[in-house]
């Protein structure tokens, strides 16, 4: 089993940075891949970021409206995933939740689920 605990969130301006955190704890489960999602209320939850188990940066999948704008990563020694976000909009307010999963083609699909953090962005 694994348990998922998300922190990082608030209130931010559009233009701003936020870095969230994935404090990951048990290692006993099974999937290759850990992953950053996004929900806004009456909307599907949406994939915005993965990587590889192992914390690769060679293996990371972004969704295109985040390209170029956030950037996951994980330290294995820490047991923690994050996300970095620059360049805020409006339109990433959402909550945010951590996943670990397994890879299906270039999309990580998660098994394991945290609590979410939310994040709400100004104009």
């Known amino acids: 089993q694994v348990q998922l605990m998300e922190s990082g969130g608030g209130s931010v301006q559009a233009g701003g940075s936020l870095t969230l955190s994935c404090a990951q704890s048990?290692?006993?489960?099974?999937?290759?891949?850990m992953a950053w999602f996004r929900q806004v209320p009456g909307k599907e939850r949406e994939g915005v970021a993965a990587?590889?188990?192992?914390?690769?940066?060679?293996?990371?999948d972004y969704a295109e409206s985040v390209k170029g704008r956030f950037t996951i990563s994980k330290d294995n020694s820490k047991n923690e995933l994050y996300l970095e976000i620059t360049t805020l909009k409006p339109e990433d307010t959402a909550m945010y939740y951590c996943?670990?999963?397994?890879?299906?083609?270039?999309?990580?699909?998660?098994?394991?689920w945290g609590q979410g953090t939310q994040v709400t962005v100004s104009s």
């Open positions: 996943a670990a999963g397994w890879w299906f083609g270039s999309k990580c699909r998660g098994n394991y």
């Open positions: 990587i590889d188990r192992d914390g690769s940066p060679e293996k990371t």
């Open positions: 048990g290692d006993d489960w099974r999937g290759n891949c």
